[in-house]
């Protein structure tokens, strides 16, 4: 790798941090993205469309009925600016159902024409001008709808454009990690003196067992190939990422005494994407720590079922030794990988026990 590849690196991860800084820096920012301003937010609307009901028309009834019957107006009007942001966006517009969220909003508004012309049937008595009670009218109608669905609209830009500011942050919180990623998959590539051994021990091997000697040597070439190539995507087969494990630990086994490794593949095939390097982290952290006192070993087991991936990895370590993710991406960044790609999707198990570490990972693809 050259110097301009790092400085390439380097100045992706400077873009990523002014981004970020940029967000989290402008209080409007903070103040339409953030969850701590949700109650703001919602604050707000509500006193901007109190104030623009209150004074932006003439008095229609007796007394204080005008007051009241507007406060009401606003506060149904709340509720299907509520009902469009956190249920048809999410379940129509989001999943391009566009005809079905255009008729929804249509119907809201002839909905609510109705309701309105019942109201005025009822409080005809107070009103302040009587010039006969209101009658249907298509006119009346048309107007009135598209009226309410600019309003809707305006709501609807509101939050899409919240999203793709979430988006976006994410997308830069991504590039972060990504790029913490690679600096971590170059540093933690194949050292030479790995290197040496597994080809001195194949060496060794060419004349008393030729067949252990070439198969060492192509899974060498397999893991090399995985760590350049397969890994620069940005997603795999689950597939590959296995069998990358499968010539690690060969690896591992033939450098090592007393080395013993299980990898269990149940479930459906495993021929679902995944984000590479997502395992890789428990893998390394296994065949660290796992010097035992007695035959050292490490189990892995992958499940998966429909949309469910479950992964387990257990391994041995000396009693005395305390476990901890250091190598790879490390336990804090394998989280927040996590949260990110499977928000509210997965569960984490670390267990660290006196002569075994255990990994449990739940996800939904």
């Known amino acids: 790798m050259d110097k301009k590849f790092f400085m390439d ?8 941090f002014t981004h970020s800084e940029m967000g989290k820096q402008a209080f409007w920012y903070d103040f339409i993205v953030s969850s701590q301003y949700r109650w703001h937010r919602r604050i707000a609307l509500l006193l901007l469309f109190g104030l623009l009901f209150l004074t932006s028309k003439e008095k229609e009834y007796i007394g204080n009925m005008d007051i009241y019957l507007n406060m009401a107006f606003v506060l149904y009007l709340l509720l299907l600016i509520y009902l469009n942001v956190y249920i048809l966006i999410p379940k129509l517009l989001a999943k391009s159902k566009i005809f079905l969220y255009i008729l929804s909003l249509i119907f809201l508004a002839v909905f609510t024409f109705i309701i309105i012309m019942i109201f005025d049937q009822i409080f005809y008595e107070y009103k302040v001008v009587k010039n006969g009670k209101p009658a249907f009218s298509l006119v009346s109608l048309l107007h009135f709808t598209l009226s309410l669905n600019i309003i809707l609209a305006s709501t609807t830009a509101i939050k899409l454009f919240q999203n793709w500011l979430r988006t976006r942050e994410n997308f830069y919180k991504m590039r972060e990690i990504n790029f913490q990623n690679e600096l971590a998959l170059l540093k933690n590539q194949i050292s030479p003196h790995f290197l040496f051994n597994t080809l001195n021990n194949a060496n060794i091997l060419i004349e008393d067992n030729p067949k252990l000697a070439s198969s060492l040597i192509v899974n060498l070439s397999e ?3 995985y760590q350049i190539y397969d890994c620069s995507e940005e997603s795999i087969i689950l597939r ?3 069998q990358f494990f499968e010539n690690f630990l060969s690896i591992e086994s033939s450098r090592r005494d007393d080395f013993e490794y299980e990898i269990l593949v149940t479930g459906e095939k495993p021929d679902i994407l995944v984000p590479p390097l997502l395992f890789i982290p428990f893998i390394e952290n296994a065949v660290k720590h796992n010097n035992n006192y007695e035959k050292a070993f490490v189990k892995v087991h992958f499940h998966l079922e429909n949309t469910i991936l479950h992964f ?3 391994n041995s370590k000396a009693p005395i ?9 490390g336990l804090t960044n394998i989280r927040k990988r996590l949260e990110l790609l499977y928000p509210d999707k997965y569960q984490l198990i670390i267990e660290n026990k006196p002569s075994s570490f255990f990994v449990d990972l739940i996800v939904e693809l």
Do not use: A, H, P
Not at 9 to 16: A, H, R, T
Not at 321 to 329: A, R, V
């Open 9 to 16: 690196l380097s100045q992706d991860k400077n873009d990523s």
């Open 223 to 225: 893991l090399l190939r």
């Open 240 to 242: 590959s990422d296995i």
């Open 312 to 314: 387990t990895c257990m």
């Open 321 to 329: 030794e305390s476990t901890t993710l250091k190598g790879g991406i």
